[in-house]
């Protein structure tokens, strides 16, 4: 059986630009950042959904220490369950574009 999979990705280029993905119900979020860009991009959750979102820390694919935030193209992982929203948001732009994508699943996952 195959777990139900969300699944959504932007090209963010100003600041403060996002984007989201409902995680409700599900277990595991992935986020990969590509693209030639310079300046932070901050990983943040809510698990209300009229809520503010809060800093959310994901474990980078090739490093066991959690972050939240990334300066630089890679993947991130984490587990979402009990979230309503995650997010990706281009919170400090000097240059060029980035694309981030974001992935979740129902099944677990590595974080």
């Not at 963010?12 to 860009?37: F, H, K, P, Y």
């Not at 979230?83 to 980035?98: H, I, L």
Request: aromatic share 10%; proline share 1%.
């Amino acid at each position: 059986m195959i777990a139900s999979v969300e699944v959504g990705a932007r090209f963010l280029d100003a600041a403060d630009e996002v984007v989201q993905i409902n995680v409700r119900g599900m277990c595991s979020v992935w986020l990969q950042l590509s693209g030639t860009w310079a300046g932070t991009v901050s990983f943040e959750a809510k698990v209300d959904s009229d809520a503010a979102f809060v800093a959310f820390n994901m474990v980078p694919s090739n490093s066991a220490t959690a972050a939240s935030s990334a300066t630089a193209n890679g993947a991130w992982s984490a587990n979402c369950a009990g979230y309503d929203t995650v997010q990706a948001r281009f919170s400090t732009v000097t240059s060029g574009v980035v694309r981030a994508a974001l992935l979740a699943s129902a099944a677990a996952g590595r974080y």
